[in-house]
Antibody, heavy 118, light 106 residues
């Protein structure tokens, strides 16, 4: 059973860059899956940020595309999120998620809260 | 962009009730729709894909239907463990979630 674990700073300054890493265990990041980031502001709904596959092909939410980079590290079975020029509106729980090729998201990390504040 | 709209936003129900949540897409997504359940402080749990196929281990009281632009999630007999927020998600073009439907105790 694949497991995903987010890691990274819980506090980021406004205008800075949010950087998170997701470690994948119990499975290989080189499998035929998409690896996604999804976020959830406190008390609000889910927002898909983007995804990457083992070849490094990415898809991004058009509303965030200008600020987002997702990368993959196959040697360490992990993938990463960078979100630039953050504001308080980027405060959220960030989840890393495994996506099946068809497109649904079947395995979720526990999530990590990132607060944007000075 | 494909927008997803769920109704109602909140639903009050009792144990044993039949509950139906609706999800509408802004354009046809065929059957490329998934449903998730989320409890407070927890990650979402995947329930249904391709509009109507239950993930392994999901109780049979859950069912999904629909195609095109209108979809429903039905819980045939609400159990105490089912009080949660439910999200639909389209995956025809990128991925978009509905805003969620909270099922609360009446």
């Amino acid at each position: 059973q694949v497991q995903l674990q987010e890691s990274g700073p819980g506090l980021v300054k406004p205008s800075g860059t949010l950087s998170l890493t997701c470690g994948v265990s119990g499975g290989s990041i080189s499998s035929d899956n998409w690896w996604s980031w999804v976020r959830q502001p406190p008390g609000k709904g889910l927002e898909w940020i983007g995804e990457i596959n083992h070849s490094g092909t990415t898809n991004y939410n058009p509303s965030l595309m200008s600020r987002v980079t997702i990368s993959v590290d196959k040697s360490n079975d992990q993938f990463s999120l960078q979100l630039r020029s953050v504001t308080a509106a980027d405060t959220a729980v960030y989840y890393c998620v495994r996506g099946i090729l068809e497109g649904f998201l079947d395995s979720w990390g526990r999530g990590t809260l990132v607060i944007v504040s000075s | 962009d494909i927008q997803m709209t769920q109704s109602p936003s909140t639903l009050s129900a009792s144990v044993g009730d039949r509950v139906t949540i609706t999800c509408r897409a802004s354009q046809s997504i065929s059957s490329w729709l998934a449903w998730y359940q989320q409890k407070p402080g927890k990650a979402p749990k995947f329930l249904i894909y391709r509009a109507s196929i239950l993930e392994s281990g999901v109780p049979s009281r859950f069912s999904g239907s629909g195609s095109g632009t209108e979809f429903t999630l039905t819980i045939s007999s609400l159990q105490p463990d089912d009080f949660a927020t439910y999200y639909c998600q389209q995956y025809k073009s990128y991925k978009t979630f509905g805003q969620g439907t909270k099922v609360e105790i009446k």
